[in-house]
C-alpha cells in the first residue's frame, strides 16, 4: 500500500468508529466518573450527569445557564463568591459536585473567585481553549461538564495555580 491508500484508509476507519455525538439517546448513566468527596474522603465511581439545555434552564437561572452551560463569563466584581469569605466547600451549580474548599480560596484582585487547588483534581476538567485569540485552560466540571472558569499559572504557594472561576458556576455549603 502507497500512503496515499494508507491516508485514505485511516480516514475511512476514523469516519467509521462511533464516538460520543453518533450515538443517539445518551444520557445520565452513560459514562461513568470517579467523583472525590470530602465526607467520605475517597473518590466514588458515578455517572456523569448529561442534560438537554432545556432540561439545564428549568434548573438555572438566564445568566448561571449563560455562564455555566454555554462558557460565559460574569464581568469583574459583580459574582457573587468573589468577596465571599465563609468557611466551608464551593459546589458545582449545577450537580453539586464538591469543587474548591474556602482554605483555598485567596484574594486575586481579579473581581471573580480564586482559588489556588480544588477539592480533588479528580472533580474538576481541564480542557484545551484558544478562544479569544487566546491560549487558555478551561476549568469545568468533572461530573456535569460545566465551564467554571480558567486556570493560569500565576497563582500563590503551594500550587502557584489561579482557578479563576465564575461565581454563577458556583455554590456554597458552610461548613457546620
Ligand atoms: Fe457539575
Known amino acids: 500500500m502507497n500512503t496515499f491508500t494508507l491516508l485514505i ?36 465511581p458515578m455517572n456523569r450527569i448529561e442534560k438537554t439545555d432545556d432540561e439545564w434552564r428549568k434548573e438555572l437561572s438566564e445568566d448561571e445557564f449563560r455562564i455555566a452551560r454555554k462558557k460565559g463569563t460574569e464581568r469583574a466584581f459583580t459574582g457573587k463568591y468573589w468577596n465571599h469569605h465563609e ?24 473581581g471573580w473567585p480564586s482559588f489556588y487547588d480544588p477539592v480533588s483534581k479528580a472533580n474538576v476538567g481541564l480542557v484545551e481553549d484558544n478562544s479569544l485569540m487566546m491560549e487558555r485552560t478551561e476549568v469545568t466540571c468533572a461530573r456535569c461538564g460545566a465551564h467554571l472558569g480558567h486556570v493560569f499559572d500565576d497563582g500563590p504557594k503551594p500550587t502557584g495555580l489561579r482557578y479563576c472561576i465564575n461565581s454563577a458556576s458556583l455554590d456554597f455549603k458552610k461548613r457546620k
Do not use: W
Not at 16 to 24: L, M, V
Not at 33 to 42: E, R
Not at 88 to 96: F, M, S, T
Open 9 to 44: 484508509a485511516a480516514l475511512i476507519a476514523i469516519a467509521c468508529t462511533p464516538n460520543s455525538t453518533g450515538q443517539t439517546g445518551q444520557k445520565s448513566g452513560s459514562k461513568p466518573v470517579s467523583i472525590y468527596s470530602t465526607s467520605t474522603g475517597k473518590a466514588t
Open 87 to 110: 468557611d466551608g466547600l464551593y459546589l458545582c451549580r449545577c450537580c453539586g459536585t464538591e469543587l474548591f474548599p474556602s482554605a483555598t480560596k485567596f484574594e486575586s484582585g481579579s
